[in-house]
């Protein structure tokens, strides 16, 4: 693996001044729709000039971009090194129980920003998240312990429909219930379809 060389002191201010605009913009969401933000408030709130902001962004809805990538260096982080189990049942369930933790962090309010029909995020393939859902499928189908009538890719994209609309019920009812207790019972009962 190659050496990376180390941050100089322009590039690690760089990224802090990214990271405490992405923090304020997505503290602020926690009370206003992004829509009804400006540039100057997420700006002010985490003490920079504007030009800073278009430095890293070019608009507001970089940030809902920003926040997807935030997602998957999160999977990351809690998938670096998978020791998986003996039960795929429980590696699926595990997934989303991660899964909803990240959403219940962001708030619910800021989730609500998030599920709107105009967020084609939600559909982009390839990202880091749903690459390591596919990989715990994929090991699932090679050790026979699951169904292979649909392809990993199938199988992850059925479950992510599913899992969204937990988060989208939770949204609609203000968050009136534990996320990741009703993510776990959801997901517990629908994996054994495809459980061998």
Known sequence: M???NPLNSRQLQSLQTKHKLYESAVQLMKQHPLEEITIAEICKAAGV??????THFSTKSDI?????EQA????????KDPVPSSSITDDIVNYFKIYAEYNDNLGIETIKQLYTCNNKLFIAKG????NVLQSLIENGQASGRL???LSAWEMTEYLFIAARGVIYNWCLHEGAYDLKSKMEQYMTRLIVIFVI
Request: glycine share 6%; charged share 25%.
């Open 127 to 130: 990202r880091y998240m749903q």
């Open 2 to 4: 190659p050496k990376t």
């Open 49 to 54: 000039s504007v030009g800073s902001f278009y």
């Open 64 to 68: 809902l971009v920003e926040m997807y």
């Open 147 to 149: 169904d292979l009538s």
């Open 72 to 79: 998957d260096g999160y999977f990351d982080h809690k998938f």
